[in-house]
């Protein structure tokens, strides 16, 4: 199953990568990987993320930032996502609980400007698991757990938690809860 | 991103277009250039800033809004969901009087009441309630009502402005719907019910507001 490569909307230069694996066994050293820089990813908690869509929100305000000098809140575009996805203000905080933890056996993977697909090449030769489509994502995810960290209401939760939850991310440097 | 201007006003132009695959509209805000551009920016970027956090507000408080995609106070853009099988309120209403659907005017104005008694319960006052800025989904029993266009939307808990808005909304709805008198009175007294510690003030205010307008008389 290929990951999906979408061009930035406002940045049309620019491309959104995303992939999800699952029946991983190997989320430390894929973490590591990242860490120490042999390739530049963004690593992402399954459970927290109810459609792809919601991280392109957040990877998409990512990007522009990261063209406008001085809005980026953090090191780099790939670590801003997991900001811009966590509702938190406190970065380590948004870390913690958007990015994979050492015992998930699925992670949602998301690089910007990976024109030439060499990341992805690198992670899909790290992952030890299995690539399936980004959509799977669904399955995976955990709405009570979702529901309690961006404080969805029942009103909201009813209707569609995906707009709310994108309608947060899109407001976070505006208004927080 | 290809962008069709589908209207525009006086502060902006809305453009109808795609976000990532999902239909959505673009609400560009333009700048003035007889302003000063300090004071320009500053506006635009305070009205920006109040329709998002509006539109987040509404939404928590458990009234239907279009879900925001994007806020870009650079390029003064707002991207937000475009509501798909909707019609305003303002074409729903017309078509029902002109089938004489009385059972559906009916229940279209308990939702009415209802929408706004939360949203002023909440303490938000959309500034520009309009049957034109009301959105309906499906038919009938079915059908939802969706609040659109929060550009002049703040908070507030004062009865004053309650009343004004809803004093706008009168005006609006008497003028663009004749012979609805009986009809906006369901609208007030659903209002009531879903607006149970506020309303007897707003009531009263709104008596006020007709006798004088919607603007205060500033004498003194």
Not at chain 1, 98 to 109: E, H, K, L, P, R
Not at chain 1, 112 to 132: E, F, H, R
Not at chain 2, 169 to 175: I, T
Request: charged share 25%; proline share 2%; net charge neutral.
């Amino acid at each position: 199953m290929a990951a999906e490569v979408i061009a930035n909307e406002l940045f049309p230069d620019s491309t959104i990568t995303l992939a999800l694996f699952r029946n991983v066994e190997n989320v430390k050293e894929i973490r590591q990987c990242v860490m120490n820089g042999t390739f530049e990813a963004a690593i992402l908690k399954t459970s927290m993320i109810v459609d792809p869509f919601q991280v392109i929100v957040a990877a998409n305000k990512a990007v522009v930032h990261q063209n406008k000098v001085g809005k980026m809140m953090t090191k780099n575009v790939h670590s801003e996502i997991l900001f811009n996805l966590s509702p938190s203000k406190n970065i380590s905080d948004s870390f913690r609980k958007f990015g994979a933890g050492d015992t998930d056996q699925s992670v949602f993977i998301a690089v910007i400007d990976d024109k030439t697909g060499q990341t992805l090449q690198a992670i899909q030769n790290t992952v030890k698991g299995q690539q399936v489509d980004v959509d799977e994502v669904k399955q995976l995810s955990d709405l009570n757990n979702i529901k309690k960290i961006y404080k969805l209401t029942d009103a909201e939760l009813s209707w569609s938690p995906l707009d709310a939850l994108v309608t947060r991310i899109a407001a976070k440097d505006i208004m927080t809860i | 991103m290809e962008r069709v201007l589908i209207k525009q006003g006086a502060e902006g132009k809305l453009y109808s277009s795609e976000f990532y695959g999902k239909p959505c509209i673009v609400k560009e805000r333009f700048t003035k250039s007889y302003r000063h551009p300090a004071l320009d920016k500053s506006l635009t970027t305070q009205r920006m800033k109040a329709e998002a956090r509006a539109l987040l507000r509404c939404r928590m408080s458990g009234i239907e809004c279009p879900a925001l995609y994007m806020v870009d106070i650079e390029s003064r853009c707002i991207i937000m969901e475009r509501v798909l099988n909707s019609v305003t309120v303002r074409e729903y209403t017309r078509t029902l009087q002109e089938k004489d659907d009385a059972k559906n005017l009916l229940s279209l104005a308990k939702q009415i009441g209802e929408v706004l008694g939360r949203l002023h319960s909440n303490n938000i006052i959309h500034g520009d309630l309009t049957t034109s800025n009301m959105l309906i989904k499906g038919y009938g029993e079915n059908s939802r009502i969706i609040l659109i266009d929060f550009g002049l939307s703040y908070f507030d808990s004062v009865a004053e402005d309650k009343g004004v808005d809803l004093y706008v909304l009168e005006r609006a709805f008497l003028s663009t719907h004749p012979n609805t008198e009986a009809l906006f009175q369901v609208i007030l007294d659903t209002y009531k019910d879903n607006n149970k510690t506020g309303a007897e003030d707003v009531m009263k205010k709104l008596e006020e507001i007709r006798m004088r307008g919607r603007k205060r008389t500033m004498v003194g």
